[in-house]
């Protein structure tokens, strides 16, 4: 009984195997197939050459996907190739083109370049490669700064052109008075302009009248050209 039980089981495998061979001998099952390649990857480097890379996944003959370890040829499900082949090779570090104006606490645009180190095509770069915008920051404290200006002083002459000034304070944020040199642009403190330049540029040097006779001469009508000496007759 036993043995009329193998029999029939080996029966039964070969039919099955017969089922499973195909015309040509071989399986009646497919290997699972690699179908087309993605498209390929964006460049790893967008300012000098890099590589970039396409895929491919395993599918079995239904079209179900399936792990890529069973298909034939593992490392086939990838490619690599380069890219960027005509861009710069090295490059400059960046640098900022200004000083940042950014007021305190608050913050502007500055602008940075950099060069390419190997003689190439800039223009076929993007503009990003070789210009950058960035955001920087003002000081965390707002530096001192001039008050404001104070009354003109007495002009330097009465009765000529003269020169005559006017000053102002430093003061911090707090509105304390501080020294002048914590505020920028140091000789902005004072301004100077000229005055009374509508009066005589020069004047002659003091002198009595030269006269003949005796004369009593008041001194209070003394005068300077270019006007004449009063006099009076004793």
């Known amino acids: 009984m036993k043995i ?3 029999l029939i089981l080996e029966h039964v495998m070969v039919r099955l195997y017969v089922h499973l061979l195909g015309a040509n001998g071989r399986t009646g099952l497919c290997v699972q197939n690699l179908v087309e390649w993605e498209d390929w990857s964006v460049c790893s ?3 000098s050459p890099g590589t970039q890379n396409r895929i491919r996944s395993c599918y079995n003959e239904n079209g179900t996907l399936v792990n890529n370890t069973e298909c034939e040829n593992l490392e086939s499900f990838v490619e690599e190739q380069s890219c960027n082949d005509d ?3 090295e490059w400059s570090e960046w640098e900022a083109e200004a000083e940042c104006s950014a007021l305190c606490r608050s913050d502007a645009n500055q602008t940075y370049a950099r060069t390419c180190i190997n003689l190439t095509n800039l223009t076929l770069h993007e503009d990003i490669c070789y210009s950058d915008t960035r955001t920087c920051d003002g000081p965390s404290i707002c530096p001192p ?3 404001e200006w104070e009354d003109w002083s007495v002009c330097s002459e009465s009765c000529s052109p003269g020169t ?9 944020e ?4 501080v020294k002048n040199t914590e505020c920028e642009n140091l000789e902005s403190f004072v301004e100077e302009q000229s005055c009374n330049d509508d009066l005589c540029l020069e004047w002659s040097e003091w002198e009595l009248p030269k006269l003949n006779v005796l004369l009593y001469v008041d001194p209070v009508q ?4 270019p006007e004449h000496v ?4 004793i």
């Not at 707090?174 to 008075?177: A, V, W």
């Not at 003394?222 to 050209?225: A, E, M, P, Q, T």
Request: proline residues 0%.
């Open 164 to 172: 005559q000034n006017r000053i102002r304070s430093c003061y911090n």
């Open 174 to 177: 707090s509105g304390t008075l």
């Open 145 to 147: 700064t001039w008050g």
């Open 87 to 89: 861009l710069c090779l």
């Open 222 to 225: 003394i005068k300077r050209s």
């Open 4 to 6: 009329y039980a193998t």
């Open 45 to 47: 480097e967008s300012c």
């Open 230 to 233: 009063s006099i009076k007759q």
